[in-house]
């Protein structure tokens, strides 16, 4: 479907990017850097509190919760403002982005009342749970078991890679609730708001290829889940966890995540290329356009209600396999480039950084053959 952003939108850009020059300092990015208080020390707390004042977390959702109602352009303009500044978006964007809308639209009315207006205000961040050690593409061969009892839900098993599940206050868990069916293997899972905090769960580091710690293994000992944070129908998560998928693949995040690659590579090549980097630069920036238009059009179509999983899927394999090749694009482009004046060491520490940070982006939400996999079946050829 063909969008495009309207005027206001393009000012709450100008708006956006006026904040981030203000409230985003160097010593905020070493802070980060620096991993205080897992890169969520003082100043990116007030960050986060100033970014929620401003209406920006849950900017489309209800009035009635603490949201703006406003469009998913919005959000959209918002988030790829933050990822081009390289700001940091870590405490409130899982939420922001897909757990949020997974509970407007499936929590009970309590439930909503409770957690949205937090999230809004900033004070509640959100893991996924839905990779296992068997079950990672297969998501609906889960293992870890919601099992009913008197006061609601008794949990047990393990998830793995949850993201930040460290500093999360909730998580939103895939949980085995009953055992697939001879006709529908994907049967027989829920989705289950879960209390971080609630007695039986450990949380244990899993350390990255760049010695960060990001994400986790979650383990569950009997851990009771009220009956009231089962999120939706028992046994059909499968639909739901299918369309919260729509959200977490198709957001400029598939292709921005290393955009400082580019920006450096251009820098690095000054006003005057070469014939050879500037057609490098122009095609790298014409790939970027296309990918843009695509993902705002997702943006759109969830805007209208639709569930665009077979779109969402070519933004990320599309864009996923443009962000993994660019750091090598870069790094070519660079050849010829010295060191004269340039800071190459600079350019060169980043492209490193990019380089081993690359894989990751056709693994995480979803790998690149699970997607093309679905986009193979939603074009009829399989
Ligand atoms: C940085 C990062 C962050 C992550 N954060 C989270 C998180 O917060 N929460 C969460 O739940 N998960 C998270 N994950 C996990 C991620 O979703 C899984 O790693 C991913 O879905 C792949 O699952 P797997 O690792 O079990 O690999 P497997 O499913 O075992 O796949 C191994 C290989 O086999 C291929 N393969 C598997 N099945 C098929 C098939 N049917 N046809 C063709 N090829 C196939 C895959 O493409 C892959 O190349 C994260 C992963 C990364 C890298």
Redesign the pocket.
């Known amino acids: 479907m063909d969008f495009g952003l309207t005027q206001e939108q393009e000012d709450l850009r100008q708006e956006v990017r006026a904040f981030i020059a203000e409230n985003v300092s160097q010593s905020l990015l070493d802070e980060m850097e620096g991993g205080e208080e897992g890169g969520r020390g003082p100043e990116y707390r007030e960050l986060v509190a100033k970014v929620a004042d401003k209406g920006w977390i849950g900017i489309s959702w209800p009035k009635q919760y603490g949201g703006r109602e406003r469009s998913h352009f919005e959000r959209y303009v918002m988030t790829e403002e933050f990822l081009v500044a390289g700001a940091p978006t870590k405490a409130h964007f899982t939420a922001d982005r897909q757990s949020g809308p997974v509970l407007l639209k499936y929590a009970s009315e309590s439930l909503k009342q409770k957690i949205l207006p937090a999230i809004i205000r900033g004070e509640c961040s959100f893991?996924?749970?839905?990779?296992e050690p068997e079950?990672?593409?297969?998501l609906f061969a889960a293992k870890t078991r919601a099992e009913k009892c008197d006061r609601g839900w008794v949990v047990n098993g393990r998830?793995v890679?949850?993201?930040f599940a460290h500093h999360a206050d909730y998580m939103i868990a895939l949980l085995r609730t009953s055992s697939p069916t001879k006709e529908n293997r994907r049967h027989g899972l829920s989705q289950f708001l879960v209390d971080m905090k609630a007695p039986g769960i450990t949380v244990s580091p899993i350390i990255?290829s760049t010695g960060q710690h990001?994400?986790n293994e979650v383990t569950f000992e009997n851990v009771l889940l009220p009956k009231d944070q089962l999120l939706g129908e028992v046994d059909m998560a499968w639909k739901q966890a299918t369309a919260e998928l729509a959200f977490e693949r198709s957001g400029p995040e598939r292709f921005l995540e290393n955009i400082y690659v580019l920006t450096e590579l251009i820098r690095i090549l000054g006003a005057q290329p070469g014939q050879r980097e500037a057609e490098g630069i122009g095609r790298l920036i014409a790939q970027l356009h296309t990918l843009r238009q695509m993902s705002i059009s997702v943006s759109g179509m969830l805007s209208h209600g639709k569930e665009p999983s077979l779109e969402a899927a070519i933004v990320k394999d599309v864009g996923t396999n443009w962000e993994q090749q660019l750091p090598n694009c870069a790094r070519n482009l660079a050849t010829f480039v010295n060191d004269e004046g340039n800071n190459r060491g600079r350019f060169d520490e980043l492209i490193q950084n990019a380089t081993i940070m690359a894989p990751?982006y056709t693994?995480?939400?979803?790998?690149?053959?699970?997607l093309r996999?679905i986009i193979a079946r939603g074009l009829g050829l399989r």
């Not at 893991?127 to 990779?131: E, F, Y």
């Not at 693994?363 to 699970?370: A, K």
Request: zero cysteines.
């Open positions: 893991a996924i749970g839905m990779s079950s990672g593409s297969d998830k890679w949850t993201s990255n990001d994400f990751k693994i995480q939400g979803g790998t690149r053959e699970i996999g």
